[in-house]
């Protein structure tokens, strides 16, 4: 399974869960750390604000993620209980990962 994290000018960071591994709670929470670094080196030192969206899985929900998102300083945008419709991948990653 790949975690995929992008933002307006493209994908920032892939990563892939080893086969019968389990995201949990720390797992992403690592991925946050790690997704983090990627941000801060494009950043170079701008200040912007970050705007994060996920769903409402398990993981990304557990005390340990919601905490990285704070120290991370990402606004969480909420994600909708039953909106399909709403899916941003299906608008922008899906086409792009044609490609790579």
């Known amino acids: 399974m790949a975690s995929v994290f992008w ?23 690592n991925i946050l750390t790690r997704l983090g670094e990627k ?5 170079s030192g701008l200040q912007k604000r970050s705007i994060f969206y996920q769903d409402n899985a398990t993981a990304h929900k557990s005390v340990l993620a919601m905490r990285k998102l704070r120290d991370l300083h990402y606004e969480l945008l909420e994600h909708p209980p ?7 991948s ?11």
């Open 39 to 43: 941000i801060r080196e494009k950043s």
């Open 7 to 29: 933002d307006a000018e493209g994908i920032l960071f892939i990563d892939y869960l080893e086969k019968d591994k389990k995201i949990t709670g720390e797992y992403y929470s």
């Open 90 to 100: 299906d608008f922008f990653l899906f086409p792009k990962l044609k490609i790579i």
């Open 82 to 88: 039953c909106f399909p419709d709403l899916a941003p």
